[in-house]
């Protein structure tokens, strides 16, 4: 069986963008992408981030506000946390989701773990969040298709289970599987449609797309229909240490790390002018990324107009070629 490790470099490329404007405008910003081209939206989640926790909101549901505003562009979760859901929970809602948008739902999984008070407070071991999530996903993919689940795991167990109606799309949506680490990777070969990283440089990625390429051989797995994704951090502005200090300051705050946060920026996001963001991004592409879901690192009154300019300056520069 061909495993095709690397992505086709005459591959088409796709373009989304996760939620920037404040919730309350889900359906303007959605209506707005679709105008401006943008084939995603993606919206990602937390249950508690942090204590006391910033602000944060659950991904399905604003990903069915975005959907029943538009009527072509697909919604992603960027990314669901697998771990919080037990499986028939999720078929059921994911099936939904699906079928009310006509096959639109792309389901991005991660398991987290920035935030381990989130987990405490769901009664959830954190060291099992992995474990649970390969589980899940089993179990997910045999609800989406089969008309008689029965799994004795260690975590989830199900006997004689269905859900009805499926899915509109078939098999089922796709699944990508989020993640920085090994475990993730095989995850993504094993119960995945396609590899969501984040926080990668694009030699990080290249490397991605290798070991997934081995770890799909011992598997026996056929990678030629998986989707590379990705989840560029983009900052806009006139300089790159500009778009670095917005850039540092917007995601330090969100992910609460120190002082040299700068540097993590500078190493693995998208920043400066629209030219500087495409030749950053250029390099990712080169290492195998297809699906591209920018999140827009910026001040909130600055993201519509990020949202633009992605559309109308960087996106164009990619259909050219």
């Not at 995850?187 to 990668?200: E, I, M």
């Not at 560029?232 to 790159?240: K, M, R, S, V, W």
């Not at 080169?286 to 690192?297: E, K």
């Amino acid at each position: 069986m061909s495993t095709h490790a690397s992505p086709n470099n005459n591959e088409e490329l796709h373009f989304g963008a996760s939620i920037a404007l404040p919730v309350d405008r889900t359906i303007e910003q959605a209506r707005l992408m679709e105008e401006l081209g943008f084939e995603y939206m993606g919206a990602g989640e937390h249950f508690m981030r942090g204590r006391p926790p910033g602000p944060t909101h659950a991904a399905l549901p604003l990903l069915a506000v975005a959907a029943g505003a538009t009527e072509r562009m697909r919604v992603v979760s960027s990314v669901t946390l697998a771990p919080f859901y037990h499986p028939l929970v999720l078929a059921r809602m994911t099936a939904t989701l699906d079928i009310a948008c006509g096959g639109r739902l792309t389901l991005g999984v991660g398991v987290g773990g920035e935030f381990p008070m989130e987990y405490e407070n769901a009664g959830i071991n954190i060291r099992q969040r992995g474990r649970r999530t390969d589980e899940c996903l089993d179990a997910l993919r045999k609800l989406w298709t089969e008309n008689d689940v029965t799994i004795k795991g260690r975590h989830y167990s199900l006997d004689e289970a269905a859900i009805n109606p499926k899915p509109v799309q078939k098999p089922h949506p796709p699944v990508w599987v989020a993640g920085r680490r090994d475990a993730a990777m095989r995850r993504a070969v094993k119960y995945g449609d396609g590899w969501l990283p984040y926080f990668f440089s694009p030699e990080r990625y290249r490397e991605s797309v290798g070991k997934i390429g081995e770890f799909a051989r011992e598997e026996q797995r056929d990678l030629s229909n998986f989707q590379w994704a990705f989840f560029p951090y983009i900052t806009l502005a006139p300089t790159e240490e500009q778009a670095a200090r917005t850039a540092a300051e917007s995601l330090g705050n969100q992910y609460l790390y120190g002082g040299e946060f700068i540097n993590i920026v500078r190493r693995y996001c998208l920043l400066g002018t629209p030219k500087m963001c495409i030749e950053r991004l250029e390099e990712y592409i080169d290492a195998g990324a297809r699906y591209i879901v920018f999140s827009i690192a910026a001040p909130r009154e600055d993201r519509r107009r990020h949202l633009e300019v992605i559309a109308k300056d960087i996106i164009p520069h990619f259909r050219q070629k």
